[in-house]
């Protein structure tokens, strides 16, 4: 293992879902192209930004690249190792390397659970830490996000939509992973929250020294947080390139698009936009 | 501004007892919506902006609600309206569209039929296929293609944008003079945003809609709005025309709002700048100015709620509730070049 050798290496992945039909014999009829032969890779300590509409393949590329899913074909590359394939219980102690943060804080956390619980449980999984010790660990957790070890006997319902997901945050930094992959983390929290998380994950990646692959559709965020971003539009990523590149110099239709459509927030500019582009 | 406003809502309070007390969701909010204007309601959750819409149209009335103020429309005073006067007001003077455009119809109807539905509904003598032949040409106003075809067709069957396109058509259908849109675009991805937010400026342009926007999104406020409200923990902390709230913003929650924008058009920052903390609990708000536990700029006035009033000289229609002076503002919301709030010390 060389130390400019990428954490991941996605090569060629393809994820297509059967449409079928039929009541006793289910007849494939035609295929979702959900992820249609994406390649990319991600450095050590670095964030690569996953920029998309609805639909256009970014979430199930997160899910294809952590075996949440079974890729239909292509590579998976993790610290060198091909994941692609793995049985469960080979991929059982990758696990820990590779955590997700999910985009709805209220329906990505048990209801049930006390925020202790639902913190701990994958140190408990992975027999890291049990009784006092892990209770320790939890409350330390509790305070790097930002919330306070009294929270530790709560349950989700009494914390606001930001707090929920620094929760999440503590749960997917638990087992100090390698890789942290967060779909759309902050899509669902407002502006001045958003703000929060976004400077929570940048103070982690440089305390953790983690690896992030971001996804959002909202550009402006992911081009704050990421070192590298890929657009992706139909199941293909059909621009990558350092965030300021894409952003600044964008050389795909479709990513012009994009950037076009995300508002200004300045009345002046906003409006000299729209002139210029109602008189082309 | 025209003398007598179109809508008007003055002294606005909604309290909900629950069991931990009155929860004060709406706490004094006055506004004049002009024929033709675009007002935009901007806040956090919790704020109160929807429950301010919601009860212009009497959604809020509940058994535990308490309304006080007034909401005049023109001459009709919606708080004591009967729901028979209600139900002759919503969809015919004042249409709502509410956020979500996938629950907004009724998914085993076809969206066609919900609209003629609700033009029957207050207008008698209109013939199905009249009202059918009404919902064609609304939907092709509001941008469907092939409407003559897509009218049949089952929500589920339209995309979010289309569907959202379609709820803005039915909101159309009796010509309304008020529509409020309660986060139309937050649903939606940024180029079907673009599209639904030229549409209600054209609507707005073409047909004269006066609209109250609500949203917690300033980028959208700043394509499409003439004035703002900015709202915290039930009160309106600020109000301006829209280059006012942007160009010189008074209240420093505003600040934190335009300062924690990712913008595109400018080199990125090393961090992007917050507003710590969260919005207080209704039920239990700081003494003295609401937003004083997250403003790095408090001082000992700010123990006393400030009142919403102009404090400066050239600009009467801008208000605010900061009791800090306007000069000293100027020097405090600068941050690294840029508006916004500073960290707390």
């Known amino acids: 293992m060389t130390a400019d050798e990428p954490l991941v290496e996605v090569t060629d992945l393809v994820k297509h879902f059967p449409i079928k039909q039929g009541i006793l014999i289910d007849r494939e009829v035609d295929q979702v192209r959900a992820v ?3 390649s990319f890779s991600v450095a050590r300590g670095q964030t690569l930004g996953l920029v998309g509409e609805s639909g256009s393949g970014k979430s199930t590329v997160c899910r294809v690249m952590l075996q949440l899913l079974a890729p239909t074909s292509g590579s ?7 994941i692609a394939g793995l049985s469960r219980r080979q991929l059982r102690p990758l696990r820990r390397q590779m955590q997700m943060i999910f985009q709805d804080p209220y329906a990505s956390l048990n209801p049930r659970k006390r925020i202790g619980q639902i913190v701990g449980d994958p140190l408990k999984l992975q027999d890291v830490a049990s009784g006092r010790e892990l209770r320790m660990q939890v409350q330390e957790l509790l305070e790097r996000v930002g919330l306070s ?128 582009s109602s008189a082309a | 501004m025209s003398p007598a406003p179109l809508l008007s809502a003055q002294g606005l309070r909604v309290g909900f007892t629950t069991e931990g007390g009155l929860l004060q969701a709406v706490d004094g909010v006055s506004f004049d919506l002009a024929a033709g204007e675009v007002l935009a309601i901007v806040g956090e959750s919790g704020s109160g902006k929807s429950v301010t819409a919601q009860t212009i149209v009497g959604l809020t009335r509940s058994p535990n609600a308490r309304i006080e103020g007034s909401v005049r429309l023109g001459d009709t005073e919606l708080l004591d309206a009967s729901e ?18 996938m629950t907004s119809f009724n998914p085993v109807y076809r969206l066609g039929a919900q609209i003629v539905e609700a033009i ?18 609304l939907l092709d106003s509001v941008g469907i293609p092939d409407a003559e075809r897509r009218v049949d067709d089952y929500p589920h069957e339209f ?53 109250i926007l609500i949203t917690h999104d300033l980028g959208v406020v700043a394509e499409v709005a003439d004035r703002v409200l900015v709202m915290y923990a039930g009160r309106v902390v600020e109000e301006g025309t829209l280059d006012e709230i942007f160009y010189d913003p008074q209240h420093p929650y505003t600040w934190g709002l335009l300062g924690s924008l990712t913008r595109l058009d400018r080199p990125r920052p090393k961090r992007l700048r917050q507003i710590s903390g969260a919005p207080p609990s209704l039920l239990s708000l700081p003494e003295g100015c609401s937003f004083r536990p997250r403003c790095p700029h408090e001082f000992a006035k700010c123990m006393e709620m400030p009142g919403l009033e102009a404090r400066l000289a050239d600009a009467p229609s801008h208000c605010d509730r900061c009791w800090l002076d306007p000069e000293r503002k100027r020097e405090k919301r600068e941050v690294g070049g840029q508006i916004g709030l500073e960290a707390p010390a």
Not at chain 1, 245 to 259: A, G, I, M, N
Not at chain 2, 84 to 101: C, N, S
Not at chain 2, 167 to 194: N, R
């Open chain 1, 36 to 38: 249609d032969g994406v």
């Open chain 1, 149 to 276: 070890p009294e929270h530790y006997d709560r349950y989700p319902h009494e914390f606001s939509g930001g707090q929920r997901q620094r929760i999440g945050v503590a749960r997917a930094i638990a087992l100090k992973p390698k890789l942290v992959v967060a779909d759309e983390p902050v899509s669902a929290l407002d502006v001045s929250i958003q703000a929060q998380i976004v400077n929570l994950l940048d103070d982690l990646q440089d305390e953790l020294g983690l690896t992030y692959v971001f996804v959002a559709h909202d550009i402006g965020v992911v081009r704050h947080i990421s070192d590298r971003v890929a657009v992706m539009h139909d199941g293909k990523i059909v621009e990558e390139g350092t965030a300021d590149q894409v952003c600044e110099h964008p050389r795909d239709d479709y990513t012009k698009k994009l950037l076009a459509a995300v508002p200004i927030p300045d009345p002046r500019e906003s409006r000299a936009r729209r002139a210029s």
């Open chain 2, 120 to 137: 029957r509904a207050h207008r008698d003598g209109v013939s199905k296929s009249e009202g059918r032949a009404r919902a064609v040409e």
């Open chain 2, 159 to 211: 995309s979010g944008g289309m569907r959202q396109r379609a709820m803005i058509a039915m909101a159309l259908a009796l010509e309304p003079e008020v529509l409020i849109a309660d986060e139309p675009t937050t649903a939606l991805d940024v180029t079907i945003q673009a599209q639904v937010l030229r549409l209600l400026e054209s609507l707005n342009r073409e047909r004269g809609v006066a609209t």
């Open chain 1, 76 to 82: 998976v590359r993790f610290e060198g190792q091909e």
């Open chain 2, 84 to 101: 028979t006067e209600l139900r002759k007001v919503r969809g015919e003077r004042i249409a709502m569209v509410f956020q979500d455009p």
